[in-house]
């Protein structure tokens, strides 16, 4: 079945330490991007990508960073996680009019 | 720059009630629009979409939006609610932005619905 897969689901860790969110999905799809949501507050858009070894920062400002070497997977990467990083990240793929699909979310807590 | 306005953060509703969550978008052509549910802890599902012709849209689990463009609206409307449809409710604006940039989703803050029994 076509669908969209993000681990982990939940992850605590400890301040400083480097973090990759795994995405991936089986649609087939070029367009993946990255949100960012705060407990209760709208989904902001910080990665997205058109396609392999395309990446590009979105609307709202990240000290994370992606990569798209395969279709697939699109992981996002935080080389020094903080307290400030703490939220749940969310990551969709499209490839009609802007028609996303949702993985489940990674919810980050950083001590 | 376009923005979604979510103008309800709470609704209550009584099981078997009606529902009507309301939208209004900013944006200088009609954008494509969408409406999300998401549960607690949970990804975003989406309920329906408009791309365009007929203005009024059917989704899954009996919800329906009408895009309505003299008042920049897309309210999303239940006839009658169940328990299971409490959750963070979303509508969102999709535009394709000339000269680069992204064609990501803009959010509203979205609409949080309880069901009273």
């Known amino acids: 079945e076509a669908d969209i897969y993000q681990t982990p689901r939940y992850l605590v860790i400890g301040t400083g330490k480097k973090i990759t969110l795994e995405c991936s999905q089986t649609?087939?799809?070029?367009?993946m991007y990255w949100y960012q949501q705060d407990p209760g507050m709208e989904l902001h858009l910080i990665h997205y990508s058109y396609g392999v070894n395309s990446t590009e920062k979105g609307d709202l400002s990240s000290e994370s960073t992606v990569s798209r070497i395969r279709t697939e997977h699109f992981p996002l990467t935080l080389e020094s996680a903080r307290p400030s990083h703490t939220s749940q990240y969310l990551c969709?793929?499209?490839?009609?009019?802007?028609?996303?699909?949702f993985g489940p979310g990674t919810r980050l807590t950083v001590l | 720059a376009q923005s979604v306005t979510q103008p309800d953060i709470h609704i209550t509703v009584s099981e078997g009630a009606s529902l009507e969550l309301r939208c209004n978008y900013s944006?200088?052509?009609?954008?494509?629009l969408f409406w999300y549910v998401q549960s607690p802890g949970q990804g975003l599902q989406l309920l329906l979409k408009?791309?365009?012709?007929?203005?009024l849209v059917q989704g899954i689990k009996g919800f329906e939006a009408e895009f309505k463009r003299s008042q920049s609206s897309f309210n999303l409307r239940k006839p009658s609610v169940h328990w299971s449809d409490a959750a963070e409710y979303f509508c969102?604006?999709?535009?394709?932005?000339?000269?680069?940039?992204?064609?990501?989703?803009?959010f509203g803050k979205g609409t949080h619905l309880i069901i009273q029994p």
């Open positions: 649609m087939g799809h070029d367009k």
């Open positions: 408009y791309f365009s012709g007929d203005t």
């Open positions: 969102a604006v999709g535009v394709i932005r000339s000269g680069g940039g992204a064609d990501g989703l803009t």
């Open positions: 944006y200088g052509a009609t954008p494509y």
């Open positions: 969709a793929s499209s490839e009609y009019k802007n028609e996303q699909f």
